[in-house]
C-alpha cells in the first residue's frame, strides 16, 4: 500500500532564505507526482507536475525534484517571501490508477 | 479560465439530516474525484469517477455515502444520514491525461458542519 510522508510538518524561516520540503513514498511505481499549495480555508492549488520519466521540473521560484528509485522529491523554494507562507502537500499517482495519494502536508511560514 | 465549481461551499446541518455537494468539472475533463479533508485525517479520497463511471469507492462510508455522476458536467456526493463525524472540507477535483501527465485541480470546497 502507498504510503506518503512529510517532513517537516512546519517550518518557520525568515525571509529571503531558501529552503526543501521533503516528500517521501514508500512505492516506486508511481506515473506521476504533483505538487500542492493550500493557503488556510482554501482549496488546493497545483504548482508543479513530475512524470515519473522526469527528474525535476522549475517553475518561478519553485523547482520541484524526483528521485523514483530512491521514493523521494523535494520542493525547492528560492528567496523565500512572506507570501509563501502556506501549506504544501504532495502527491502521488500510483501506475496503473488515476488516482493520487496525499502526503500530510508541511505548514510553511515565512517570517518578514 | 476554466476552474472546478462546487456548491454550496458552506453547509451547516442538524444530525440525521441529507447533505447533496455538486461539483462542475472543467469542460473536457473525464476524471473526477472526490475527497475529503480534516485536520485529524488529512486528506483523504473517497471515490473518483473515470467517463462518468465509478472507478473506486472504497474511501467512502457505504452505509451512508453515495457518489454519483448523472452527467460529464455534475457530479454528486450525498450523506445520508449526516452524522457530527462527517464534520470536514469536502473537495472535488479534475483532471485528464495530457502530452505533460495527469494532473489535478481542485474546487474551493464544501465546508460541512452537522451538529
Known amino acids: 500500500k502507498q504510503e506518503v510522508t512529510q517532513i517537516p510538518a512546519a517550518l518557520s524561516v525568515p525571509e529571503g532564505e531558501n529552503l526543501v520540503l521533503n516528500c517521501s513514498f514508500t512505492?516506486?511505481?508511481?506515473?506521476?507526482l504533483q505538487w500542492f499549495r493550500q493557503d488556510p480555508g482554501k482549496g488546493l492549488t497545483s504548482l508543479l507536475l513530475?512524470?515519473?520519466?522526469?527528474r525535476e521540473q522549475t517553475s518561478g521560484r519553485l523547482n520541484a525534484s524526483l528521485d523514483k528509485s530512491s521514493g523521494r522529491s523535494t520542493l525547492y523554494i528560492a528567496a523565500s517571501q512572506p507570501g509563501d507562507s502556506a501549506t504544501y502537500l504532495c502527491a502521488v499517482n500510483p501506475s496503473g490508477t488515476y488516482k493520487y495519494i496525499f502526503g500530510t502536508g508541511t505548514r510553511l511560514k515565512v517570517l518578514a | 479560465d476554466a476552474r472546478v465549481t462546487q456548491t454550496p461551499r458552506h453547509k451547516v446541518t442538524e444530525m440525521g439530516q441529507e447533505v447533496t455537494m455538486r461539483c462542475q468539472p472543467i469542460?473536457?475533463?473525464?476524471?473526477v474525484f472526490w475527497y475529503r479533508q480534516t485536520m485529524m485525517q488529512g486528506l483523504e479520497l473517497l471515490a473518483y469517477f473515470r467517463n462518468r463511471a465509478p472507478l473506486d469507492d472504497s474511501g467512502m462510508p457505504k452505509d451512508r455515502f453515495s457518489a454519483e455522476m448523472p452527467d460529464a458536467t455534475l457530479a454528486t456526493l450525498k450523506i445520508q444520514p449526516s452524522e457530527p463525524r462527517d464534520s470536514a472540507v469536502y473537495f472535488c477535483?479534475?483532471?485528464?491525461?495530457?502530452?505533460?501527465?495527469?494532473?489535478?485541480?481542485f474546487g474551493p470546497g464544501t465546508r460541512l458542519t452537522v451538529t
Open positions: 469542460l473536457g475533463h473525464n476524471t
Open positions: 513530475i512524470q515519473s520519466s522526469q
Open positions: 477535483a479534475s483532471g485528464r491525461i495530457t502530452g505533460g501527465g495527469f494532473e489535478q485541480y
Open positions: 512505492d516506486s511505481a508511481i506515473y506521476n
